[in-house]
């Protein structure tokens, strides 16, 4: 395993594949909690967090106990316990020490566990085959690459609310608009393959 092998990881997940511009997961979180930069600041941490823990949980799980074993046919359950397990440490973490945040975050907290996203990135791991330090990467990279997607949303949702827009168009038709150019903007990252 070559760092240029760790790099293309790291620029495919999260930019050329990015998780939720080119592979539409987690769109529920991405248009729910991108209409202010702060919150959609901590829900990217928040998911940073989870992935980048549940890639190395459940890469450890899989590579260590579930393929020796051959249970590779749990690896779903046993990632979703995972994953749970996760977000509610994220959950109590956020309501003791930023309440602030954990009330603007509201139900989207909790739906971090059902997040395709998170879930996503850990069984493209095993799908691509990625030793435990390349699922590392690739859980770190796949989640910037959604806090990347989600603020960039944020701002640009923010900057939205001072302009003239039809009525017919204001909200989400217009937030479905600029997420679509986004995933077109990010289609053109390819070119870094």
């Given at each position: 395993?070559s760092n240029t ?10 930019l ?5 511009l ?10 729910g909690v991108?209409?202010k ?5 901590g829900m990217g ?5 989870v ?18 074993l ?18 509610q440490?994220?959950e ?7 309440p ?28 691509n085959e ?7 990467v ?6 910037v ?9 944020a ?5 939205m609310?001072?302009?003239?827009i ?15 150019l ?9 070119g870094l393959?």
């Amino acid at each position: 395993m070559s760092n240029t092998t760790l790099i293309s990881i790291l620029i495919m997940s999260m930019l050329i594949n990015n998780v939720v511009l080119s592979q539409f997961l987690g769109i529920c979180p991405f248009l729910g909690v991108s209409k202010k930069v702060d919150t959609a600041s901590g829900m990217g941490a928040a998911v940073i967090f989870v992935i980048t823990l549940a890639s190395i949980i459940c890469g450890l799980i899989y590579h260590f106990i579930l393929h020796p074993l051959g249970l590779d046919y749990l690896n779903t359950i046993v990632f979703i316990l995972v994953i749970a397990s996760l977000v509610q440490f994220v959950e109590m973490f956020l309501k003791k020490a930023m309440p602030a945040l954990y009330k603007a975050l509201g139900v989207y907290l909790p739906l971090i566990t059902t997040n395709c996203a998170v879930l996503g990135a850990v069984l493209l791991n095993v799908q691509n085959e990625y030793s435990v330090i390349q699922g590392i990467v690739n859980g770190i990279a796949t989640s910037v690459g959604f806090a990347i997607s989600i603020i960039i949303l944020a701002g640009l949702r923010e900057k939205m609310q001072y302009n003239r827009i039809p009525k017919a168009v204001q909200g989400f038709p217009f937030t479905m608009f600029t997420a679509s150019l986004m995933a077109i903007a990010f289609c053109g990252f390819s070119g870094l393959k």
